[in-house]
């Protein structure tokens, strides 16, 4: 693996298997061959549509899921924080319901990821600058709310900010902003950028959205039924694509049916 | 369900009238040497007095003071409630997390496990055993626990085995949480109303069999219990021809009726009735 890529996945196949009471119903077939490597400090961008697999490729990498065949291989990082020279990967779920517990506070939740990794002795300030760098403010009023008191926009912020607090090497980003407002949306992705110019964190960028991704990403691949049909940086996807499908999520774009960050079918 | 939430249920109608009933029991069984001067066994009186100055409730037909009786009858009944909900708790919290947590065969041999001992009826069994075993106290106890836990352990697994695949659980193990800190963080606080369900159901249990054996002289002689007092005075023959019943029979009826009430009224009111 050379030197400038974190992660490299090699013709990683997923299947889902229906156990059912008779054996013939279909198989799902979630990623079918998928290859692509994720470049240190990049912004990749996936977009695709609904049931394209993304979310699967995401657990894939966090390790939630195991790969059918194929296999899926982490660049050695010299970093203090982990201990195996894997990197550290964080994840903006899908889904803000599932992904905050609603027994903590906003101030455990977000604490969580450092509580877990060193053990109680975190600056508090750190919690109160994330939570204010995604514009839960005032954050004292935040802090001791539980998550059935918050939109499903704050939700998601208190998400954001809970995987940005340790600052890892990588952070996969499930539909970050598809329940927010189009302000909020765009501010949360220029704290993205912003973040990657400062720390140097890669990420990937999963959306439905291509506009959202056209602004973020530097590379942009795109999904359709488990296989990646097109991957490019983002102008040679804008301008010259080939594929049939991102000329139809760009005709959509472009017409307006689909520019709307705050709207997600799925 | 979060403290504030608790304390805020609680304070409903039914919650403070339910553990005004509960703590008053709980104070009569604790100050019960302070509230009588007669042991309950002491048949030191003459037999069928009637409720006067030195015996509240008068005596039965063996001599003995029936409001000591009542009294330390609550310290039975409380503190069989008390040992077979807690047994009940920790044995099928256990056996649930763990079975739903690891999953996998191990699982499945567990649960089957528990689906026999649900099959089981409950109070056939108990009866057969407390006839069969000495009537001690702690046979029930052990009784109730073993035929309490598999419904515990059930509810408990299943909800374990959703929380496991939940959003922020998966979350925790990115972040790197082990399993030991997944279970305490962030299964077991979400199973609190699953165990405040079970501790309400199994003490209702208990003090309803227990009273129950005893009063089908199955129980253990050496405790005073409500059902034992029901039991002699209803085979008593005399007992409806004269007033005795008034403070012979009903007391006892009364206080079982009473106790099973308010944690009724409790469990509803952690519930969320009003
Ligand atoms: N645990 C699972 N068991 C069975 N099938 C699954 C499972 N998870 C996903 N699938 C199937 O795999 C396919 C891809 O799902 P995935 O969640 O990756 O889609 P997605 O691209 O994230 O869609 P969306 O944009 O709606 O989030 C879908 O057809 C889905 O039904
Ligand atoms: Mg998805």
Not at chain 1, 31 to 36: A, M, P, R, Y
Not at chain 1, 79 to 89: D, E, F, L
Not at chain 1, 213 to 218: K, L, V
Not at chain 2, 69 to 92: E, F, K, M, Q
Request: proline letters at 4%.
């Amino acid at each position: 693996m050379d030197n400038s890529c974190l992660i490299k996945i090699d013709n990683v196949s997923k299947v889902f298997k229906r156990k059912g009471m008779f054996r013939n119903e279909p198989e799902v077939k979630a990623l079918d061959n998928v290859s692509l490597t994720v470049k240190k400090g990049e912004v990749l961008g996936i977009i695709g549509e609904s049931g394209s697999g993304k979310t699967t490729l995401g657990k894939l990498i966090l390790g939630l899921l195991k790969p059918g065949s194929g296999n899926i291989s982490f660049a050695d990082i010299d970093n203090s924080s982990s201990q195996n020279g894997k990197p550290i990967v964080q994840v903006i779920f899908q889904d803000p319901y599932d992904s905050l517990s609603h027994m903590m506070t906003v101030e455990q939740l977000v604490a969580e990821p450092c509580i877990i990794q060193n053990r109680k002795n975190f600056d508090r300030n750190r919690i109160v600058l994330a939570l204010e760098s995604v514009g839960l403010t005032p954050v004292e009023s935040f802090l001791h709310k539980y998550p059935h008191t918050l939109s499903g926009g704050q939700r998601q912020r208190v998400a954001i900010a809970r995987a940005m607090i340790t600052e890892p090497d990588m952070i996969i980003a499930d539909e970050p902003i598809s329940m927010l407002d189009a302000s909020i949306g765009v501010d949360i992705l220029n704290l993205m950028l912003d973040m990657k110019e400062r720390t140097g964190i890669t990420f990937m960028f999963i959306t439905h959205d291509i506009a959202a991704a056209a602004y973020i990403s530097d590379n942009i691949a795109v999904m359709k039924e488990g296989k990646i049909v097109e991957y490019g940086s983002r102008e040679q996807i804008i301008s010259d694509c080939c594929h049939e499908y991102t000329k139809s999520l760009l005709l959509s774009a472009s017409t307006g049916t689909f520019n709307n960050t705050s709207f997600d079918d799925k | 369900m979060h403290e504030i939430t608790v304390v805020q249920r609680l304070k409903s109608p039914k919650g403070i009238s339910g553990l005004a009933i509960l703590c008053s029991f709980i104070f009569i069984a604790i100050a019960a040497p302070f509230l009588t001067s007669y042991s309950p066994d002491d048949i030191s009186s003459r037999p069928l007095l009637e409720p006067n100055s030195e015996h509240l409730l008068g005596t039965d037909d063996v001599g003995r003071d029936i409001f000591s009786n009542l009294l330390y009858g609550a310290r039975t009944s409380l503190a069989v409630a008390l040992i077979v909900s807690s047994g009940v708790l920790i044995i099928g919290t256990l056996a649930g997390v763990f079975s739903g947590y690891t999953g996998g065969n191990l699982d499945r041999v567990m649960m089957r496990g528990v689906d026999i001992f649900l099959m089981i009826p409950d109070l056939p069994l108990i009866l057969i055993l407390a006839a069969y075993l000495r009537p001690s106290l702690w046979n029930i106890i052990f009784i109730l626990i073993v035929m309490g836990w598999p419904v515990g352990a059930r509810i408990t697994r299943a909800q374990t085995r959703t929380l496991r695949v939940s959003g922020h659980v998966d979350f925790a193990r990115i972040s790197g949480a082990g399993n030991w800190y997944v279970i305490k963080r962030h299964i077991v606080p979400d199973l609190y109303p699953i165990m405040i369900t079970t501790i309400v159901m199994q003490s209702i249990r208990a003090i309803l069999s227990e009273s129950g054996l005893a009063f089908l002289g199955l129980g253990d002689p050496s405790y005073p219990s409500w059902g034992t007092m029901i039991k002699y005075a209803i085979s008593y023959p005399l007992v409806f021809f004269t007033d005795a019943w008034m403070w012979w029979l009903m007391p006892a009826g009364v206080c079982i009726t009473l106790l099973v009430l308010s944690f009724v009224l409790v469990g509803q009111a952690l519930e969320g009735d009003k």
